[in-house]
């Protein structure tokens, strides 16, 4: 298969995981009730951190970084926070925090869903908090803010401390210069003319794993 194809291909699999992601965080979002929120919000971040994962390839600007950071509670309740983070220019693209009654449910819902969109690896807690900051700050510069859902994931975050953390988190193409990739549900036009008022023309590149098809959308920007 030539690269193109294959760049295109890769393209598509990222479309299709990121739809059903986000089709998973409207059902859980649904569920969840004001006790839920409170309890992620105020309790949770206290529980005993169970894990900390991102994906393998994080690092590279090309591609989404997706987190996953679940706690545990004494009796067994797991609350766990997946983010989907555009490093390169638009930071949190989407996040979800929700309570699991045991870590079986949290393993064969949530975990495997992301889990089979991409290989994840542990991660220092220090540096996931560092990631979502860095990626955050990166963003407002430019104007864009993150989910509004991540007020209440980012709580599962604690304590972490993101300044004990040597690891480089790369911004843009790595030199800080700002890099779109029009996803899916991305309204284009108005991005790039965000990006235009806030950098220049020549201050940021397009890159469109969709084709042209990518500048025909027409949905809001969220």
């Known amino acids: 298969?030539?690269?193109?194809?294959?760049?295109?291909?890769?393209?598509?699999?990222?479309?299709a995981a990121k739809r059903k992601q986000k089709a998973k965080v409207a059902r859980v979002q649904q569920q969840m009730a004001p006790t839920e929120t409170r309890l992620l919000?105020?309790?949770?971040?206290?529980?005993?951190?169970?894990?900390?994962?991102?994906?393998?390839?994080?690092q590279n600007?090309?591609?989404?970084?997706?987190?996953?950071?679940?706690?545990?509670?004494?009796?067994?309740r797991v609350a766990a926070a997946a983010y989907l983070v555009d490093l390169a220019c638009l930071g949190?693209?989407?996040s979800v925090a929700?309570?699991?009654?045991?870590?079986?449910?949290?393993?064969?819902t949530l975990r495997s869903s992301m889990l089979n969109t991409a290989e994840f690896v542990p991660a220092d807690i220090n540096l996931i908090a560092k990631i979502l900051r860095d990626g955050?700050?990166?963003?407002?510069?430019?104007?864009?803010?993150?989910?509004?859902?991540?007020?209440?994931?980012?709580?599962?975050?604690?304590?972490?401390?993101?300044?004990?953390?040597?690891?480089?988190?790369?911004?843009?193409?790595?030199?800080g210069k700002p890099v779109f990739i029009p996803g899916p549900d991305d309204n284009v036009l108005s991005i790039m003319a965000r990006l235009e008022r806030k950098v220049g023309k020549d201050g940021f590149t397009v890159l469109a794993p969709f084709g042209d098809a990518?500048?025909?959308?027409?949905?809001?920007d969220e």
Not at 214 to 220: R, S
């Open 1 to 15: 298969m030539a690269q193109s194809q294959q760049q295109r291909q890769k393209a598509l699999e990222r479309k």
């Open 41 to 58: 919000s105020d309790v949770a971040p206290k529980w005993q951190l169970l894990e900390a994962l991102v994906n393998v390839d994080w």
């Open 61 to 76: 600007y090309t591609e989404l970084t997706q987190i996953l950071v679940a706690r545990k509670a004494s009796d067994g």
């Open 92 to 94: 949190v693209k989407s």
């Open 98 to 108: 929700h309570l699991f009654m045991s870590a079986g449910e949290y393993q064969s």
């Open 136 to 175: 955050s700050a990166f963003a407002a510069e430019l104007g864009f803010s993150p989910d509004p859902d991540f007020k209440l994931a980012s709580r599962l975050i604690g304590d972490a401390d993101p300044d004990v953390v040597t690891t480089e988190v790369p911004l843009g193409d790595g030199s």
């Open 214 to 220: 990518a500048f025909d959308d027409e949905d809001e």
